[in-house]
């Protein structure tokens, strides 16, 4: 069965980029979604089918993806988002979720 | 607005049984699926099972399978998990989500289950 790896914790500085990824067995055709999740908040959707934004998500936010990687990037880091920040495929009927990243703007 | 209201925190002892409902409103309920996904403290996401709201039919995690129940209420528009057999390890805050096109758009607020004896 696929499993998602995420690094634990990512730290970049306020202003730069913060890239998170997410390791994967051949994505293939697999839609990769990204999740927001802040201290004490249920998780808020900032990317779908790899590289999609929802409304009112800043364009910040991008996410890309390969053969056996999605990223999701995070341009112009603000204090405002450090977070738990997940991925998220279906397989085979099941939805997966990554172990989840911490980012810390030091 | 799509809004997704979950009933409120339950204590329960080991051996017990809860059911979390998680109403929706703002879109019609039978045209989307909803899941359900555990939080332990300090821990990851951990998805549950879904149901389709409009069938009935539903998913669950190996993980969970035979200890977990999912059904709906069209009727009502809400969606209920419960969960069997609990022990300390089950503390934590379960969350529903509508899903979209595989991806879940809009979430519950949680619903804290805390197991104790």
């Known amino acids: 069965s696929h499993v998602l790896t995420q690094p634990p914790s990512v730290s970049v500085a306020p202003g730069q980029t913060a890239r998170i990824t997410c390791g994967g067995n051949n994505f293939g055709s697999k839609s990769v979604h990204w999740y927001q999740q802040k201290p004490g908040q249920a998780p808020v959707l900032v990317v779908y089918d790899d590289s999609d934004r929802p409304s009112g998500i800043p364009e910040r936010f991008s996410g890309s993806k390969s053969e056996n990687t999605a990223t999701l990037t995070i341009s112009r880091v603000e204090a405002g988002d450090e977070a738990d920040y997940y991925c998220?495929?279906?397989?085979?009927?099941?939805?997966?979720f990554g172990g989840g990243t911490k980012l810390t703007a030091l | 607005q799509v809004q997704l209201v979950q009933s409120g925190a339950e204590v329960k002892k080991p051996g017990a049984s809860v059911k979390v409902s998680c109403k929706a409103s703002?879109?019609?309920?039978?045209?989307?699926?909803l899941h359900w996904v555990r939080q332990a403290p300090g821990q990851g996401l951990e998805w549950m099972g879904w149901v389709n709201a409009g069938t009935g039919y539903t998913k669950y995690s190996q993980k969970f399978q035979g200890r977990v129940t999912i059904t709906r209420d069209t009727s009502a528009s809400t969606a209920y998990m419960e969960l069997s057999s609990l022990t300390a390890e089950d503390t934590a805050m379960f969350y529903c989500?509508?899903?979209?096109?595989?991806?879940?758009?809009?979430w519950g607020q949680g619903t804290l289950v805390t197991v104790s004896s």
């Open positions: 989500a509508r899903e979209s096109f595989s991806r879940n758009d809009h």
């Open positions: 703002g879109y019609t309920f039978t045209r989307y699926a």
């Open positions: 998220q495929v279906w397989d085979s009927d099941h939805v997966l």
